[in-house]
């Protein structure tokens, strides 16, 4: 408790904030009431103990706080496996049934994530959700505002009018979730340009910076889905600098992709496997688009596709995108040896 420059509580309570996680105990021969009141209030500590203490007595209290450790990793591990899990598979159904909308969250989450991290932002979960769910709202928009607006097309002023208001239309859906708050929060400022959040804002700042994080995303996935090189992307996130937080978007041109090395193959639907990216729009024999060009090929997704291959048709070849390890590998159910490395 009597330490020079910081005393007890001030650990405690720096140990508090910087690792939350850590469940806190004190022992101390300085047993005042004083004492006690401020590493409960202060420092939230798990148990408070006084010198001399019995064996037991500190055993037992060490037993107590490992399990408390576990209850709360345990609730973490719920949100982070069990939350994104089911996130996950509703995001991968909802790019079925309208792969131009909610494909772009498939295909966004990894750089949300990066971006994320590089700026140290906690619960990383949430903004991983909130890429995912980016979207949802885009179910109350017709179709053809949608291949409008991904295919580059101005959109009427009543056509803009209803895409503007998707964000909050999803965060409407969500907002009833427990524990989605937040999320809630970050996708109904997803278009809001970064000049619009000001020190008046009465957002938190993991809403703000989850947005601008969304808006650079969304935004540089769409002018790389309509054939942009990544420098040219850059450029025209660059160049309507108001619109966009200025250390994100330098974090963003300093993200290093992993090398790898990539394969353009063509194939028949026998060919499609998981973890290969769609290179150009899949499309049904009657001209409905199936799976977007950038879609990363899960298992669900190419269950879809291969029952709609049986009961509608696919336009072949199917142009995809591997990188070395997989080229060499057979594809899911083609009874292929696979292609020779």
């Known amino acids: 408790m009597r330490m020079p420059v910081m005393d007890g ?42 010198k001399p203490c019995p064996t037991s007595t500190l055993v037992m209290a060490i037993v107590l706080a490992q399990r408390q450790y576990r209850l709360i990793t345990a609730e973490k591990e719920l949100l982070d496996q069990t939350l994104k899990g089911a996130v996950n598979v509703l995001s991968e159904l909802l790019s079925l049934a309208n792969p131009i909308a909610f494909s772009s969250g498939l295909r966004i989450r990894n750089l949300v994530v990066r971006l994320s991290q590089q700026l140290h932002l906690p619960n990383l979960w949430q903004f991983e959700i909130a890429a995912l769910l980016s979207q949802i709202g885009c179910v109350t928009l017709p179709h053809d505002i949608l291949h409008k607006f991904y295919a580059g097309e101005k959109l009427d002023p009543e056509e803009e009018a209803m895409y503007q208001k998707h964000p909050q239309v999803g965060s409407k859906l969500l907002e009833k979730i427990p524990r989605l708050g937040i999320v809630a929060a970050i996708i109904a400022n997803q278009l809001q340009p970064c000049n619009s959040f000001d020190d008046a804002s009465q957002l938190p700042d993991d809403v703000i910076a989850g947005a601008q994080i969304l808006k650079i995303s969304i935004d540089f996935d769409r002018f790389l889905h309509r054939g942009a090189s990544r420098a040219e992307a850059l450029q025209r996130l660059n160049e309507a600098e108001a619109a966009y937080n200025p250390e994100i978007l330098r974090l963003l041109a300093g993200l290093k992709l992993e090398a790898q090395q990539e394969k353009i193959l063509s194939v028949d639907i026998r060919g499609v496997s998981v973890g290969m990216i769609v290179e150009k729009d899949i499309m049904a024999v ?15 997704i190419l269950q879809g596709l291969t029952n709609y291959a049986q009961q509608v048709g696919i336009q072949e070849p199917i142009i995809v995108r591997v990188n070395q390890e997989q080229s060499c590998q057979p594809a899911l159910g083609s009874g292929s040896p696979g292609k020779p490395c």
């Open 286 to 300: 009657n001209g409905v688009l199936v799976i977007p060009k950038g879609q990363e090929v899960t298992w669900s």
């Open 9 to 50: 509580i001030q650990l405690l309570s720096t140990v508090k904030d910087l690792y939350p996680d850590t469940v806190r105990l004190m022992l101390t021969g300085n047993a005042d009431q004083g004492t006690a009141s401020e590493a409960v209030n202060k420092g939230q500590i798990f148990r408070f103990l006084n």
